[in-house]
Structures are given as C-alpha cells and as structure tokens.
C-alpha cells in the first residue's frame, strides 16, 4: 500500500481559464460570463426558455468540462417542461431518471427530483457525502441539473471538487496505486474506474462513490507492462487483488480528505445558491455533496427546493484491464476471499459516525 495522503494546504494544480474563443463566441450571443474562484462559471443575460445555438452549447460544454459546472443566473419561474428542455441540449441530449417523485413536485413531472429541507415540500436529507450522480448506471450522467427554486435565506449551498485537480493534487505513489482501481456498486453491481480520462478535457480525473461502493479492485502490477498495457490487456483473475477492510477505509478516506483539502488546494468552492440559479455540471469533472446548512430545518435557515435534473451520458464510464461492466454483487466473486464484498444499501461502511443518503 502507497503511503496515507498527507494534507495539502497550498494549491497543488490548476483548473483551467475560460477559453477566450468561447468567451467572444458566447458575447456574440448576448451572454456574459464570470469565471468564479477557483472553479465554475457564471451566465448573465441569457433566458434559458430560448434554446441557444449549437456552437454556443458545444463552448458551455467545453467550459463545463474544464471548470466544473455553469450557472445560469435570473431565471426564475421556470415550468417543469422548460427546465427539462433546457437540460437537453448536454451530454446524450434526454433526460435519464431514476428516482421517485415527491408529491410537491411541480406537475409530479417523474424527470424531476425536488429536495427540501422540508419534508413537505421534497426529498430531505439527499447527499451529504461526496459523491457522483448516477454512479449505479453503466453510463453515469454525464451531467445534472440544480434548479433553486427558493435559496434558503440563511445559507445552504452545494460544495464542488473538480476532479481532474484533485487527481493532480495527489503524491505519484497515489496516482500510480489509484489508476489500477476499479469499484463495483453495491447495489447495481456495475463497475467503474476510480481514475478516469475525461472524454473533453482529456483530464485524468479521481471518480469514487464514498456512499455505495461494495467492492474495490487492485489490478497488480505486472513486470515488463506499463499501466497503459495493463489497461488494455485482458488478464486472469489472480491478476486482481481485492481490497481488505483497512485498504477500503484508508482509500475511502484519502478520497474524502482530497476532496474536502479542494477549498484550500485550488480547486474546491461552497457554491451559495439565489432563487432562480439554475446550475449545470459536468458530472465526470466534479464530485459535489450539499452542504450541512442545506439539511437544517426551513425554521432556522429558510425554506430551500431545489430540482434536480438527471442527463444520459453519450457513453458507458467502462472500468479498465478487460473487466466486464458488471460483476455481480450477490454471487460468489473470482477474487481473494479476504476482501470486502459487501452488496445492497449503502455499500462500504468506512466511518461509522456519518450518515450516508446519496
């Protein structure tokens, strides 16, 4: 096992700029853009209700991919169809959905997921962990939408990771270690890389559920073979390690402090949220969780809704070394017996005092 992850406290990588050709391609729409600190952007002047030029979503596309996430300020009051039309023009161009609807929903329109910190008006409670959207699917979104319907008037954002920094934030023993991991979801059994090339900015970008991940697999290292063969190679089952209980919670956590060290590293943001913000991420460039303000009761902070919109990615995130998309959870495994394989529910308990709901 590669060292514990020692904290950073000065940036240790970067996120990249706003392109200045997408920047005068958007002007030439109307469109102002404010880079925020360190990551994400945001959009003055347009009314997503009208649909914007193909070559204007490719360049938000792109700037979602390399900075995290977009928002479009002003626009309140928008319909449940016209926020769902809006969230077609990324990723696969349809809405995936897969969750239940809550009675307050807007038109119990089933594409929309409303949280609250209301139980009356939505979901209470969702996300309080890092984590990705959709990490239970083959093809995980390949972005989500976050409409505030009402901001809370005391507080209660979403924190952001871009996930590219973060892998370049880690030491080289890590990176090494972490690029021949693969995870399997407890509940769905389907796998994914815990390092990743992002299909737009080319990043090499970290990618770990920390509230439904069952199993962890080591792909060994094989002498004579770069990393680049082994993820190309097909390889036997002895040539896969599985993860033991100690391995999963120091991955789990070094995962976590990675994350939570993005505020101070350069590449993390509480993002505070307006009535009408209506956010978009690229959900393979950013990890999120809500922040701990957003699940305090609408008495001490304000009344919060937000909708969440859930976009099909073009393609299946596949795990490396010749592994299926899925392996199957509730059956025996091919692997070293002494490793956690734990289906159903939340997966891998690593910390026994925080609550998960993801």
């Given at each position: 096992m590669a060292q514990t992850l020692e904290k950073t406290l000065e940036p240790t990588s970067t996120v990249a700029p706003l392109n200045p050709d997408n920047v005068a391609l958007l002007e030439q729409e109307g469109l102002t853009l404010k880079p925020l600190d360190p990551i994400g952007v945001e959009i003055y002047g347009s009314d997503v209700r009208n649909q914007l030029p193909e070559p204007?979503?490719?360049?938000?596309?792109?700037?979602?991919?390399?900075?995290?996430?977009?928002?479009?300020?002003?626009?309140?009051?928008?319909?449940?169809?016209?926020?769902?039309?809006?969230?077609?023009?990324?990723?696969?161009?349809?809405?995936h959905s897969t969750h239940g609807v809550h009675p307050a929903t807007p038109g119990r329109n089933r594409h929309i997921f409303r949280c609250s910190n209301?139980?009356?008006?939505?979901?209470?409670?969702?996300?309080?962990?890092?984590?990705?959207?959709?990490?239970f699917e083959a093809a995980t979104f390949s972005h989500s939408a976050y409409y505030m319907a009402r901001a809370p008037e005391n507080g209660g954002g979403t924190h952001f990771a871009h996930q590219g920094a973060a892998f370049e934030a880690l030491p080289p023993e890590k990176q090494d270690f972490w690029e021949r991991l693969v995870s399997v979801n407890s509940a769905s059994s389907v796998t994914h890389p815990v390092v990743h090339t992002?299909?737009?900015?080319?990043?090499?970008?970290?990618?770990?559920?920390?509230?439904?991940?069952?199993?962890?697999?080591?792909?060994?290292?094989?002498?004579?073979?770069?990393?680049?063969?082994?993820?190309t190679l097909p390889a036997p089952a002895d040539s896969f390690h599985l993860l033991d209980d100690a391995a999963m919670k120091e991955?789990?956590?070094?995962?976590?402090?990675?994350?939570?060290?993005?505020?101070?590293?350069?590449?993390?943001?509480?993002?505070?949220?307006?009535?009408?913000?209506?956010?978009?991420?690229?959900?393979?460039?950013?990890?999120?969780?809500a922040a701990p303000e957003a699940h305090l009761p609408a008495e001490q902070q304000g009344?919060?809704?937000?909708?969440?919109?859930?976009?099909?990615?073009?393609?299946?995130?596949?795990?490396?070394?010749?592994?299926?998309?899925?392996?199957?959870?509730?059956?025996?495994?091919?692997?070293?017996?002494?490793?956690?394989?734990?289906?159903?529910?939340?997966?891998?308990r690593w910390k026994d005092d925080i609550r998960m709901q993801n």
């Open positions: 204007a979503i490719k360049a938000l596309e792109e700037e979602m991919a390399n900075r995290g996430f977009i928002v479009f300020k002003h626009q309140a009051g928008l319909s449940p169809d016209e926020l769902i039309e809006a969230c077609k023009w990324w990723g696969g161009r349809e809405i209301d139980g009356r008006q939505g979901i209470l409670g969702v996300g309080p962990q890092w984590h990705n959207d959709g990490s992002h299909p737009i900015s080319g990043r090499k970008s970290v990618w770990l559920h920390l509230g439904m991940t069952g199993a962890v697999l080591e792909r060994l290292p094989e002498e004579g073979l770069t990393l680049d063969q082994l993820k991955l789990f956590n070094d995962y976590n402090d990675l994350l939570n060290d993005s505020f101070e590293g350069g590449y993390g943001i509480r993002y505070e949220y307006e009535t009408g913000d209506l956010l978009f991420i690229d959900n393979w460039a950013v990890a999120h969780r009344l919060r809704i937000m909708d969440r919109v859930t976009i099909k990615a073009p393609r299946n995130l596949s795990p490396h070394f010749g592994l299926p998309q899925y392996i199957n959870m509730a059956g025996p495994h091919p692997f070293n017996k002494d490793g956690v394989w734990q289906a159903g529910g939340v997966g891998f």
